[in-house]
């Protein structure tokens, strides 16, 4: 493992040196790090590839952490970046930067132990799903699911990534195919290009369509191979959803309570055949669209009870389509995206979606996502009122004396789900797990500090009552107005 370290406080450095040195002794394993003082030395020499995990600190001199991480990630999207700071205050800003994780200084060996375990397994997994690629510029590796096709032209071989790099080598496909051998999930579509079925977006008689929109060439001969091989790679990514699903609960019908219909609204086919087939385990009836001309014509033709929305889908964007199908009929959105930036969120939001569920969120906290908002959008049950405080759910706003208040949608959700349960007791892994899923739990420091800027938006509209208190060694509840 290839690791970082940039921070300017040289006992810090010290510190995290010896971690990495027990780190090493303890689990045997192959640890190299370079340290840096400051972050202006360490984007010198940084070109983009060299480290596995970068250790970054936030308050440096000159070019703060924050600011080094932006720039890290325009050179570099794969590379984790670890946060250090004094206080758990850079939560926020560390997601706007897609860091992997961030961590209260001193840094705490169990934690920073448990991390690297984590980096080293997604390591390992990663060198097994891939392999080296060897040309003047240097030695990559290419990871099969990063892999978008690979098209020979004139003895080169060029390997088109998903992230819109290209490597190439000379040679012919002949001297890689044996890499691709035993992988199910590619198919060659003519002698000179080699695809990946994860990556496809649609198949006709001559072409293959890539998500990003490349036209791959199908010859004649392997018209009928290429379409067997791609219904096989979507009836696996069934299995595979059946797999995911595990612990399904199967929607109990009463009464004449029909099942839910829902317009799944997504160009990704495999994707589509994932997400349709766990709504589809919880007893919803599923109908799939492609693009917003699609949803329209079918909500033209059907009444649906929710339309589950890409934001990234051919034409115009989610965003503009859900106005559009606001104007069309009187049905919740929910975005399901793997758009994690909280922009995003936020245009989901203005754009009059019920919900925003990113597509990394586990299955479990998909599915209660999913349940409670279709049953508070199929209920008269669309506002939670506590004297001043008024939280109107299907419109994801808070008012205190019909004020609206600035919060984020995570600090939404957390005052929702503690004002469901009032006077409850919630512990930080509880609200932790509710609103964050499956991310590593982080021993309390996300929860601490969104509920702290919530308490204080909260007080500043009124100071007459503390609706969030922490109850020592246990968690939080939410106290409502005396009557």
């Not at 670890?82 to 860091?99: D, K």
């Not at 067997?228 to 019908?253: G, L, N, Q």
């Not at 995570?410 to 919630?426: P, R």
């Not at 007459?464 to 009557?483: L, M, T």
Request: hydrophobic share 40%; aromatic share 10%.
């Amino acid at each position: 493992m290839r690791i970082a370290i940039c921070d300017d406080d040289e006992r810090e450095l010290h510190h995290l040196s010896d971690l990495l040195t027990m780190y090493q002794s303890d689990r045997r394993g192959s640890v190299d790090w370079c340290v840096y003082s400051n972050g202006t030395d360490f984007l010198c020499e940084m070109r983009g590839g060299e480290y596995d995990l970068v250790l970054l600190d936030i308050l440096m001199p000159g070019i703060n952490g924050i600011q080094v991480a932006r720039e890290l990630r325009e050179r570099d999207q794969n590379v984790r970046i670890i946060l250090l700071s004094s206080t758990p205050e850079f939560a926020v800003e560390s997601y706007n930067v897609g860091a992997y994780h961030n961590l209260l200084k001193p840094a705490d060996s169990n934690l920073l132990f448990q991390l690297l375990d984590k980096v080293e397994d997604e390591l390992t997994v990663q060198e097994e799903q891939g392999f080296l690629l060897r040309n003047r510029e240097g030695v990559f590796k290419i990871v099969y699911t990063n892999l978008e096709y690979v098209e020979v032209i004139n003895k080169t071989v060029f390997f088109y990534l998903t992230d819109g790099v290209i490597h190439e080598v000379s040679g012919s496909l002949t001297d890689f195919e044996e890499k691709f051998s035993d992988r199910t999930d590619f198919v060659k579509t003519h002698r000179a290009y080699l695809v990946n079925l994860g990556c496809v977006r649609s198949i006709d008689a001559n072409f293959v369509v890539t998500r990003s929109g490349h036209r791959i060439p199908v010859s004649r001969p392997r018209r009928k191979q290429v379409r067997e091989t791609y219904m096989s790679f979507m009836h696996r990514a069934e299995e595979m959803a059946d797999a995911y699903s595990a612990e399904k609960t199967v929607r109990t019908m009463k009464g004449p309570e029909a099942p839910w219909r829902i317009l799944l609204v997504d160009d990704d086919l495999a994707e589509h055949a994932l997400w349709a087939k766990i709504l589809q385990n919880h007893g919803c009836v599923v109908q799939m669209a492609q693009n917003g001309f699609e949803a329209l014509q079918l909500m033209g033709e059907e009444t649906y009870d929710c339309v589950l929305l890409d934001v990234l889908i051919p034409g115009e964007d989610g965003f503009s389509l859900c106005e559009k199908i606001h104007k069309a009929a009187d049905v919740p959105v929910i975005f399901l995206s793997c758009l994690t930036d909280a922009d995003s969120q936020t245009k989901g939001f203005t754009a009059g979606g019920i919900d925003y569920i990113t597509k990394d969120t586990p299955v479990s906290l998909f599915w209660a996502k999913m349940e409670t908002r279709m049953k508070l959008a199929g209920s008269e049950r669309t506002q939670l009122c506590f004297g001043p405080l008024l939280l109107d759910l299907t419109r994801r706003r808070v008012l205190m004396y019909e004020e609206e208040l600035n919060l984020t949608p995570v600090e939404f959700d957390i005052l929702w789900y503690l004002s469901e349960q009032t006077e409850h007791i919630h512990t930080p892994k509880e609200i932790f797990d509710r609103i964050w899923g499956g991310q590593l739990w982080d021993g309390g420091q996300m929860v601490q500090t969104h509920i702290s800027k919530l308490r204080r938006k909260l007080e500043r509209a009124w100071d007459g009552h503390h609706f969030i208190e922490s109850v020592w060694g246990q968690g939080y509840r939410f106290v409502p107005v005396n009557s």
